[in-house]
């Protein structure tokens, strides 16, 4: 695509509708020059990852919002599409990274991960939704520190959104199998 063309390209707008309250208060992963840089160590990587499923958040969305939840308490679960506000602006510029920031992993091109550190940070997580109050939206399994401004919310369908016959690189399913390890 020439210059011309990027150019032509209308802007995009992104306001947030709410903002997370979490208990989580620092990310555990953070952009450095050198890619990633896993804030925990690896120990106590397992150990968050079952405070991240187990945890509770609250999704506080701005009142002139809250008429677009209507119906939202019928889903199980849904996306929470939030930004990573932590994330310093000039760190947006990593093109690869070692995953989780572990130098034992190949380094991947960000779109190959779900690095934070990416062109346009917008995190996506599918999360259950346990309870409505008007504006507020309890969930368990969210990952997003607190303060993070919540992008969009969408309900969960597994018939739109299950992949069957899904694969994963070797690297991602050794990160899997070590968090799922009892």
Known sequence: MDTDQQNARPPMVLNPVGVVRSPFKAPMLMAKDSGLS????????????GQVKSGISELVLDK???????????????????????????????????????????????????????????LVTAVALKERKGNVLTVQGLEAVDGSPIIDIKPYSQNYMTIGALKNPDWMTQILNELDED
């Not at 002139?64 to 310093?88: N, R, T």
């Not at 190949?106 to 917008?122: D, K, L, Y």
């Open 64 to 122: 002139q919002w809250e008429a677009l939840l209507d119906g939202v308490e019928g889903f199980s679960h849904i996306l929470v599409l939030y930004w990573p506000h932590l994330l310093d602006p000039c760190r947006r510029n990593l093109k690869k990274v070692h995953p989780m920031g572990r130098k034992d992993l190949p380094e991947q091109g960000i779109f190959a991960t779900c690095s934070p550190a990416r062109p346009n940070p917008v």
């Open 38 to 49: 896993l804030e925990l160590r690896m120990e106590k990587v397992k150990e968050h990852h």
